[in-house]
């Protein structure tokens, strides 16, 4: 489904070139769920971007959905949704089914199971009581389950998500964890999961994928990954550990 | 594309028209500012009857001319110079996440019923100029013509602002004394210009087919620089002309957000 | 026309508030002393003067926009005096001078709009912030608006200025007494125009909707200041009315200074008048919106 080979994304800030991404190769398969580590700066949104073909790639290959995401914009942003944590992909201004309603347009959705796949939505993630709300006036939790829904609309075969549990209180953060996990074993959507939160990584990824520096530093299961250093037992010691070692 | 562009918009009309009287308001609002122009075209022939050749209602005629194409297009086309904001705010992001493109989107974004209120105006003056000049009724054909040209031409000059907004993020307001400019321009008769002014916004930038070379034509008039007759027929072509560039502009700032990612 | 406005920000720290008084906040707070310390004020006006200064991108990107309409305003005026030479006491060169001038005036006297960080406040509740500091809203909020009209008068003031010199040559005073007459009336002109804007701004905590008064305001400080067209020109009553009203006040009076039309003593006193009518409106404002904000909690 995904697919990257020697990607590298190089910027030039104030005359130095910095390597966002350096090298990187990696396939995932379809309907796997991925959980994507990596401290700050260490090319985790650059990768996301590159997949969604808002930044194209400086060298190497990225294929999602067989299509080239820097050719083939429009055509594969119908196969895939992005939730972007720290900002919305909403319209501020609008009540949040009139956002619904211009995805809708937007992804030439068919009437009848745009509606199927609304109601479908609004049940699993408690949408009910705030679809008539502006997208302002929401808070950040049921923010985030509105652009869920919304990344989920068109029944994308790829869900990418950039930090999604950011910022959300403990009963947020596992009822969008549940969600992800039934839609990932129901509906066989592949996602990819970029986060800080290890909670996240613990109770949903099978396999998970570590970024430093622009590099990949790590890439297995997560049984692979507390093997690394048996000694930890946690796995925040763990990850510490590699983000450390990493930077040595 | 266009089906996508007219959804969008009438989600956006819906959403405002759940407050209608904000909305009637906003439509009287926006008439009143655009009638300030009208007011200071009638202060000036209060105080003469002539301008650079032009009698009051000649005048009257150049501006409605001018003044409802750039409407149409500061309605259904200006908000494609917010692109500074959107790059700032990180949601132009969020534009190309989706599988349309991203001109139709920006255009459509945040669209603003109540400018009718403005198209209204610009019809109005339009329609009372044509009834009180008595036109050559043969000659009239012309009018849709250059408002149709006129929206074109402001369409690419919008479009191109936009485009430059990509490398000029942080000044978008000198952009908008190009397509404000413009209309400052088109709404008195080119008489009143200097001779190079004149050949730059013919030849260069060609706002002169909005409304003046069509115009002369209607009016039955000679060009007063003394260009040739059939530079009045030109409209559509001119308008071929700027669109090309706007469109390549465009395409290539989109290009530049996407490979620098600024 | 679209005009960007500066972010509000709130000097209300303890470290902005030279004003010698009891040491502890919520004496401070609780205290109404005004603190009428000329240096306060001057601190504020410089205050006012570097917080625009940083976005001078804004300001030069207006003065372009500012020269750009010039150019194309002075053709009109010069075709209507060239109809209709000597109207209203002026010649070619004046037409063309008022026309500069004028679109100079524009950033300095706000006359689009905006210049105050006041609405934003009302609207998001800081003003209550505001109204408890030991000196007066109005005249605080005027001390910054005045270095705000400093620094644009220079950045965005002169460079139409120039343009117009450059492309048609315009009438530069050479009389000193000449150009003193002016800079006051510039200065009257400067907070008549704060004046008028502040009571815009305050109408906006008893409004639900402020658009409507922005627009009227709009009519008054373009059409009716004698911006986009000489107020002498006005049909005969109506020139006479808009010359006597606060607007006048603000641009065609001080245009008038420049051009050294009009008796000099008779256009500085009807600015002042006006400047202090709308100055103790405000101040009647203040007092009610202090009422409203502070002891109402509205």
């Not at chain 1, 697919?3 to 005359?15: C, Q, S």
């Not at chain 2, 122009?37 to 005048?59: K, M, Q, W, Y």
């Amino acid at each position: 489904m995904i697919e990257l080979d020697g990607a590298g994304r190089t910027f030039k800030v104030k005359r130095t070139v910095v390597h966002a991404v350096r090298d990187l190769s990696f396939t995932v398969s379809a309907g796997e769920f991925v959980g994507y580590l990596g401290p700050n700066g260490a090319g985790k949104s650059t990768t996301i971007k590159m997949l969604c073909g808002i930044l194209t790639p400086t060298s190497g290959r990225v294929r999602v959905a067989g299509l080239d995401p820097s050719r083939r914009r429009t055509t594969l942003a119908r196969r895939i949704g992005v939730v972007f944590g720290q900002r919305t992909t909403l319209w501020w201004d609008l009540p949040l089914l009139d956002s619904f309603q211009l995805i809708r347009h937007l992804y030439k959705v068919d009437r009848s199971a745009f509606e199927s796949r609304l109601d479908e939505l609004t049940q699993t993630l408690d949408l009910g009581a705030f679809l008539r709300t502006p997208v302002r006036q929401l808070s950040l939790g049921q923010r985030m389950r509105g652009d869920l829904a919304a990344a989920l609309l068109h029944a994308p075969d790829v869900l990418v998500l950039d930090e999604p549990t950011i910022g959300l209180d403990v009963v947020s953060k596992a009822s969008i964890r549940e969600f992800l996990l039934r839609l990932n074993a129901e509906q066989g959507t592949t996602v990819l999961l970029t986060t800080h939160d290890l909670g996240d990584i613990e109770r949903l990824c099978r396999r998970v994928m570590l970024i430093d520096h622009g590099r990949l530093a790590f890439d297995g299961t997560l049984d692979d990954l507390m093997a690394t250093a048996p000694e930890q037992s946690s796995i925040e010691d763990v990850v510490t550990r590699l983000y450390t070692g990493t930077a040595q | 594309m266009v089906r996508t562009y007219f959804l969008l918009v009438w989600t956006w009309t819906r959403a405002s028209a759940a407050y209608p009287a904000s909305f009637a308001l906003m439509c009287v609002l926006g008439f009143v500012t655009a009638a300030l122009d009208v007011a200071v075209i009638l202060v000036i022939f209060a105080n003469t009857t002539t301008l650079a050749g032009f009698s009051r209602d000649e005048v009257l005629f150049l501006y409605g001319a001018a003044a409802l194409p750039f409407t149409i297009c500061d309605t259904f086309v200006s908000n494609i110079d917010r692109v500074s904001q959107h790059i700032k705010a990180g949601t132009l992001d969020t534009v190309l996440i989706r599988p349309v493109s991203a001109w139709v989107q920006l255009t459509a974004d945040r669209f603003n019923a109540n400018r009718i209120g403005r198209i209204l105006q610009a019809c109005l003056v339009l329609g009372y100029a044509v009834a009180a000049l008595g036109l050559d009724w043969e000659r009239t054909w012309m009018i849709p013509v250059m408002v149709l040209t006129g929206v074109v031409i402001f369409s690419a000059l919008w479009t191109l602002g936009g485009a430059l907004q990509f490398v000029l993020t942080d000044a978008p307001e000198v952009i908008s004394s190009f397509t404000y400019g413009g209309l400052q321009l088109t709404q008195y008769p080119f008489s009143i210009y200097g001779r190079d002014l004149v050949s730059g916004v013919t030849y260069v930038l060609p706002l002169a087919f909005v409304n003046w070379q069509p115009g002369l034509y209607v009016l039955g008039r000679d060009d007063p620089f003394g260009t040739p007759e059939f530079l009045r027929f030109l409209g559509p072509a001119a308008a071929l002309v700027l669109s090309l560039p706007a469109a390549l502009a465009w395409r290539q700032g989109i290009r530049h957000y996407r490979s620098t990612g600024s | 026309m679209p005009s960007p406005t500066p972010a509000t920000h709130n000097p209300c720290l303890p470290s902005a508030n030279p004003c010698p008084g009891p040491g502890t906040l919520r004496n401070r707070a609780l205290t109404h002393r005004r603190c009428k310390t000329i240096p306060l004020y001057a601190r504020l006006v410089r205050y006012g003067f570097r917080k625009h200064a940083t976005y001078v991108g804004a300001a030069l990107a207006g003065a372009f926009t500012n020269s750009v309409f010039g150019i194309l305003r002075a053709y009109i005026l010069i075709a209507l005096w060239q109809a209709r030479p000597g109207l209203a006491g002026y010649d070619l060169i004046d037409a063309v001078t008022y026309c500069f001038i004028t679109q100079a005036f524009i950033g300095p006297m706000q006359l689009f709009g905006g210049g105050l960080g006041i609405p934003e406040r009302i609207r998001s509740g800081d003003i209550a912030l505001d109204l408890v500091r030991p000196a007066s809203l109005q005249l605080w909020s005027l001390a910054e608006d005045l270095g705000r009209a400093l620094y644009l008068f220079i950045v965005r003031g002169l460079p139409p200025m120039f343009v117009g010199a450059a492309l048609f040559g315009i009438f530069v005073p050479t009389d000193p007494g000449h150009w003193l007459a002016f800079l006051t009336g510039f200065m009257i002109a400067a907070v008549a125009s704060f004046g008028w804007r502040y009571l815009v701004a305050l109408s906006v905590c008893w409004l639900v909707d402020d658009r409507g008064v922005a627009v009227l305001s709009l009519v008054f400080t373009t059409f009716m200041s004698g911006m986009m067209v000489p107020l002498h020109i006005f049909p005969g009553w109506f020139a006479d009315l808009a010359r006597s009203l606060p607007w006048a006040a603000m641009v065609q009076l001080p245009t008038d200074l420049y051009l050294g039309k009009g008796p000099v003593l008779e256009t500085l006193a009807l600015q002042a008048f006006w400047a202090a009518v709308l100055l103790g409106l405000g101040a009647l404002g203040t007092r009610a919106i202090r009422h409203k904000v502070v002891i109402q909690g509205g």
